[in-house]
């Protein structure tokens, strides 16, 4: 593992100096089913090529983001902030 | 072993037996010779340029190790660090390739593999048991139990190669070092298709980083010199190629030195290619105090000119010191200045067997004929070759230069993901479909390379002794009995048999096993492939891998303080913090004087390692009651609550007390090694919400410390005007206040059970705050208390630590924290999962316990009922003021009950104890709130 990751605040780090967050999910509303809680919590779409993931930028400027990643090749097509996020 | 120089160097003189050679020492003149290092604590004279395999064969050593299997002897074969035949122990570092390794004055170089030495082998006797080590014979024997109890032994000690030193203060000895770089053009390979290809780039503006795995750039040219056309490598240098430089090797090295947009990196192998365009070099010695450096290059472009090797020809005992590829021996010829024989014969069809014998006989060498493969019965000798068999009969030697079939060095290719197959039409291995950014030229490609002669072993020969893996003592023999047996595919006939996986990674016998493979199989090499090339693609040492020996440390504002009073240190995550005040042989004594100060007088304790944020902004309630399993948003100015982290799965992530000091700003501490994670945690949650919150972590900014015992009070308010009146500072309050006029954050809260104030302040000020309250204390006989003291106090109250007492399963609702979780509030996170382990049957449940005699298990120690594991304990101490064994544990739910009797075994004696439901100490929190 030794791809890039472009990050907004910083331009293009190695993915070392970054902490991976997951799939960006989206969190069920307060008294949804268990189902949909367990799902949230355990289960992962693991997509092949273009996934959108968070990532925190531990050795630089310590912000969370969010990367578009080929989970094929590891490139990271798109990077941005989440206030910035469309 | 004698670290002594030899008295007189032993010119010319042809020495044998026990004296370790067979071959002639070439004299090294007394003009020449410029440093000596020790062979297995002899002294050998070598010129600068030597490296420790030319030296030792100028002085007429030609058996340089033994074996993996066999111990057999091997002698030099490549010369080029692309065989194992000559790995030795160098300054205590194992399987150096002797080859690659210049030499440095009083170096120590010992053989490896062989016992008593590498002439006389004992272990060579396992040539003899061949017929009990059949390819994959550890599937198939030593398969009884009992069997293999016998054999064990036996075969650790006969596996590996090389000898690790054991010794922990040997690592300061190999330092390593690690080091990022950026370049736009990385080109691998410094021949002249590489010098090329980096000049050229240089030319367009690029910054250049040119790496070589020799000392010196220029490839073939250095040893063909400006004669061409005079090796196997012929063929990519027969006409320069289109736009090639004309130029001599001198000119195109000084071209390249004084271009200001590259950089040479020399004795630097590079091992990979890794996603993201990134090289990793080992650059060997890059200076004097450093014996590996791995660089990390990070790339826009990568030009792989790794060339070609040349790679031995199957014939019966090709693996006998004296059989030496073309390349090998031209090398030794042409960099080192030594002659390889007397009298040689060399083995090849091509132009190129033609050329090398000229090349030898103008050194003098007498080649007395050139044989084509196939006409090669065997290499005639014991320990050294004396003679080849041919079908014709035998040619008197020793020397057999062997030229073989070229081969592309194109692991980095297929590491890149670039397609490296067999061409039919040529009858070579070549590269294609490189992706983007990295390309290919010169001999690595396969375009200039002579077609492969393939296999032609004489039907004459054993099998058993024609050797395909040199590395791991593979015969052809093995090989068609591996793929008789069924391992038909090149990849499991490589499981089975191991060629390819020495420490050659390959080099030497991956195409002949391709080869082998598709001919026994009836298929053609182009359907028999190849291996998947991984890295490294050259050995290097692990401890490179590792990098330099850094611990980061980090100290308290306190540190001096504490070393000065004289404590046990304790590594908490990379904190240093006081165990307890006193020597190493009196810990008892010193943690039982400490617990009685704080619980009968007072105590004070360095907080300073413990995470500290500040979350300031209009939302930062909303928040913390998102992320904290308890509600904070209510909490009012001046107090502190205790609050517990939980991820969605209601899993305990850490705690800490939360303090609100102004209506818009908390102050927050979290566990020592937490704090960062803790920080990342908030800030995921305030990510993208739009929340006004933020949050800084001040825990290196902000010292702090405990005071607690009966006589807290006493002594904190000679020191601060605040009154500390239980009506004016309650339990669970904050206040800030000036402390020994320092401004500080005062909250009354109470770890380890007693009246105390934990007090936060700038760190700058660490010592003097420190001192006055030691002076401030005096009266009391006020001591400082170290971490063990504070465990053992805190465990009579049954404060859960987290990561100690709970683990990544652990819930509030089994952990006995049932009343942290909120779970009224609308929503936090972990809020679904906590209700579920509400509503279900606990598994198991964290409980107190007293031991029913004066035994004290260890930590973790198992838990039994009924002959099966039921639990494990988390903390165990003495309680002084119980007289008893207590702590906490894990049990499964039907145990939890207070008085329930649990079982153990401590030193294989069952050991019984009690399940306590209450606190051990105080447990209606008087002496808390006093």
């Known amino acids: 593992m030794s791809f890039l990751i472009p990050c907004p605040n910083c331009g293009k780090r190695s993915a070392y100096e970054f902490r991976f967050g997951g799939e960006v999910k989206t969190r069920p509303e307060a008294g949804s089913s268990n189902e949909e809680w367990l799902g949230y919590s355990y289960a992962a779409a693991n997509r092949n090529h273009s996934q959108k993931e968070w990532w925190f930028h531990t050795y630089g400027c310590r912000q969370w983001l969010f990367a578009v990643r080929d989970t094929m090749t590891n490139e990271v097509t798109e990077t941005s902030l989440p206030e910035e996020a469309p | 072993m004698s670290r002594k ?584 004594e010193s943690v039982e004087q400490e617990y009685w100060a704080v619980r009968q007088r007072v105590g004070l304790i360095d907080l300073s390692t413990l995470g500290k944020l500040d979350v300031v902004g209009s939302d930062a309630g909303k928040l913390l009651d998102k992320v904290y399993t308890n509600r904070f948003s209510d909490l009012r100015v001046g107090r502190a609550r205790y609050g517990v982290i939980c991820d969605e799965a209601g899993i305990i992530l850490d705690d800490g007390t939360v303090s609100r000091v102004a209506e818009d700003r908390y102050f927050i501490t979290t566990t020592t090694g937490n704090i960062e994670f803790v920080q990342e945690w908030l800030e995921w949650w305030l990510a993208g919400t739009g929340m006004c919150v933020h949050i800084t972590n001040v825990t290196g900014g902000m010292a702090a410390v405990n005071v607690a015992g009966p006589k807290a009070r006493d002594t904190l308010a000679k020191l601060t005007d605040r009154d500390l009146s239980n009506k004016r500072f309650g339990y669970m309050r904050c206040r800030q206040a000036e402390v020994a006029g320092v401004p500080s954050l005062m909250l009354r809260i109470g770890f380890v059970g007693e009246t105390g104030w934990e007090i936060h302040f700038p760190a700058e000020y660490g010592e003097h705050v420190w001192d006055a309250i030691l002076e401030a204390g005096a009266e009391f006989d006020i001591r400082p208390f170290g971490v063990e003291t504070q465990r053992v106090l805190r465990l009579e109250k049954k404060h859960v630590i987290v990561s100690v007492d709970t683990d990544a399963t652990s819930n509030p609702i089994e952990s006995d924290l049932a009343w942290v979780a909120k779970l009224d509030k609308d929503d936090f996170i972990g809020k679904a999962a906590i209700s579920r382990a509400k509503d279900r049957a606990p598994r198991e449940k964290l409980v107190g316990f007293t031991m029913d005699e004066d035994v004290l298990p260890p930590d973790g120690c198992v838990i039994i009922a009924d002959g099966q594991p039921a639990g494990r304990i988390t903390s165990v101490r003495f309680s002084p003021v119980n007289e008893r064994i207590i702590g906490l544990a894990w049990v499964s739910a039907g145990l939890a009950v207070a008085g329930q009797t649990i079982e153990m075994r401590v030193d294989g004696r069952p050991v019984t104890a009690k399940i306590a439901d209450e606190p051990f100490y105080d447990p209606a929190q008087a002496r808390l709130r006093q």
């Open chain 2, 5 to 588: 120089m030899d008295s007189a160097p032993r010119h010319g003189v042809s020495f044998r037996g026990n004296d370790g050679s067979s071959g002639t020492a070439t004299p090294v003149s007394n003009e020449q010779a410029r440093v000596a290092f020790y062979f297995n604590g002899r002294s050998i004279e070598a010129l600068p340029q030597d490296t420790v395999a030319s030296a030792l064969y100028r002085s007429g050593r030609r058996t340089f190790s033994r074996s993996f299997k066999y111990h057999r002897p091997r002698g030099l074969l490549c010369v080029s660090g692309r065989c194992p035949n000559c790995l030795m122990n160098v300054d205590g570092t194992p399987n150096v390739r002797a080859c690659m390794q210049p030499v440095q004055d009083g170096m120590q170089v010992i053989h490896q593999n062989a016992s008593p030495s590498l002439e006389t082998d004992f272990m060579a006797i396992a040539e003899k048991f061949s017929w009990a080590m059949p390819v994959g014979f550890y599937y198939k024997t030593f398969t009884h139990p009992w069997m293999w109890h016998l054999a064990e032994p036996f075969i650790r000690r006969a596996a590996g190669l090389g000898k690790i030193d054991n010794d922990p203060n040997a690592v300061t000895d190999h330092p390593y070092e690690h080091v990022f770089l950026y370049t736009t053009t990385a080109v691998v390979g410094g021949g002249p298709y590489g010098i090329r290809a980096a000049l050229e780039a240089a030319e367009q503006g690029e910054q250049v980083v040119l790496i070589d795995d020799q000392p010196a750039l220029g490839g073939y040219l250095r040893y063909t010199g400006s004669v061409k056309n005079t090796s196997g490598t012929a063929s990519h240098s027969d006409t320069p190629a289109e736009g090639e430089p004309t130029e001599g090797l001198d000119a195109l090295v000084k071209r390249v030195n004084e271009h200001p947009n590259i950089t040479v990196f020399t004795n630097a192998t590079c091992f990979g290619l890794y996603e993201g365009r990134l090289l990793g070099i080992a650059h060997k010695n890059p200076d004097s105090s450093v014996a590996q450096r791995v660089t990390q290059l990070r790339t826009e472009r990568i030009v792989v000119a790794t060339g070609a090797y040349e790679v031995p020809v199957l014939f019966e005992n090709n693996d006998l010191p004296g059989v030496m590829l073309s390349t090998g021996a031209l090398r030794l010829l042409g960099l080192h200045g030594v002659t390889p024989g007397e009298r040689a014969v060399v083995v090849g069809s091509t132009e190129a067997a033609t050329s090398a014998a000229n090349e030898l006989e103008s050194a003098g060498v007498e080649v007395t004929g050139v044989v084509p493969p196939d006409q090669v019965v065997k290499a005639v000798g014991r320990k050294h070759v004396t003679a080849l068999q041919t079908a014709e009969g035998q040619l008197a030697c020793d020397l057999v230069v062997v030229c073989g079939d070229w081969v592309p060095d194109a692991g980095l290719v297929a590491q890149a993901g670039g397609t490296v197959a067999w061409n039919e039409k040529r009858s070579v291995f070549a590269t294609s479909d490189l992706p983007e950014g990295v390309s290919a030229v010169g001999a690595v490609t396969g375009e200039s390379l002579p077609p492969a002669v393939g296999l032609s072993t004489s039907s004459a020969a054993n099998s058993k002794k024609v050797f395909v893996c040199p590395c791991e003592d593979v015969s052809l023999h093995d090989l068609k009995t591996a793929i008789t047996e069924g391992f038909d595919h090149i990849e499991t006939l490589k499981r089975y048999t191991t060629t390819t996986m020495g420490p050659c990674q390959g080099k030497m016998c991956q195409q002949a096993a391709i080869s082998i493979c598709a001919e026994q199989t009836g298929q053609t090499i182009q359907e028999t492939g190849r291996t998947t090339s991984r890295p490294p693609t050259s050995p290097i040492p692990l401890g490179a891998l590792a990098g330099p020996h850094l611990h980061p440390v980090k100290r308290t504002p306190m540190h001096a303080k504490h070393d000065e009073i004289g404590c046990v240190w304790m590594d908490m995550g990379e904190w240093k913090r006081p165990l307890y005040y006193g020597t190493p042989d009196s810990k008892r």
